[in-house]
T-cell receptor, first 117, second 116 residues
């Protein structure tokens, strides 16, 4: 049973380009969470999605950032017109159920390191 | 406000010694979970240990134990008999029951370096 997959692992974009980050949740998981880790900081929640629905995007910047989790295929975090401040590690996590109790129910992927030059 | 504070930005510890990484939290939720994660230089986030706010016993997982002091709102991670492979960033995180019970709130991390 493969874990949470993220690709690419490293992504370099020039200012103004678009970045697309992909996350394939664990098999059987229908809940996906995106977090951002700026250099030297802890993770910050961005968005929570279920299949075809955005449940909570309170941590997403209002402009240039969007996320989706289609019925088929991976979840996508899209950053338009990237700026240097977008350089960070972006982590995806998935879970099988909504009401999380206990540990080990939110599984993290290896992250995508975005560098904006 | 929900917050996690890790006051030690970095620590050096001699191999085989025990190490305590500090974590204090702030929440008004009656129910919450506390987590510790390890992030080695390769960058992935590795779950280490979990403590529920209503758990009576302190959590233990192998060489990891969580010193949970609810009244002081602290959840320190103790690593016994440290090894060179323990060198990494360590993050404390909290999942409050409010707000949907799914968001993890993270501290800034402690960089642990084990000296041979």
């Amino acid at each position: 049973n493969a874990g949470v997959m993220q690709n690419p692992r490293h992504l370099v974009r020039r200012r103004g380009q678009e970045a697309r980050l992909r996350c394939s949740p664990m098999k059987g998981h229908s809940h996906v969470y995106w977090y951002r880790q700026l250099p030297e900081e802890g993770l910050k929640f961005m968005v929570y999605l279920q299949k075809e629905n955005i449940i909570d995007e309170s941590g997403m910047p209002k402009e240039r950032f969007s996320a989706e989790f289609p019925k088929e295929g991976p979840s996508i975090l899209r950053i338009q017109q990237v700026v240097r401040g977008d350089s960070a590690a972006y982590f995806c996590a998935s879970s099988p159920i909504l009401k999380l109790t206990g540990a080990g129910e939110q599984y993290f992927g290896p992250g995508t390191r975005l560098t904006v030059t | 406000a929900q917050k996690i504070t890790q006051t030690q930005p970095g620590m050096f510890v001699q191999e085989k010694e025990a190490v305590t990484l500090d974590c204090t939290y702030d929440t008004s939720d009656p129910s919450y979970g506390l987590f510790w994660y390890k992030q080695p230089s390769s960058g992935e986030m590795i779950f280490l240990i979990y403590q529920g706010s209503y758990d009576q016993q302190n959590a233990t997982e192998g060489r990891y134990s969580l010193n949970f002091q609810k009244a002081r709102k602290s959840a320190n991670l103790v690593i016994s008999a440290s090894q060179l492979g323990d060198s990494a960033m360590y993050f404390c995180a909290m999942r409050p029951s409010g707000g949907g019970n799914y968001q993890l709130i993270w501290g800034a991390g402690t960089k642990l370096i084990i000296k041979p």
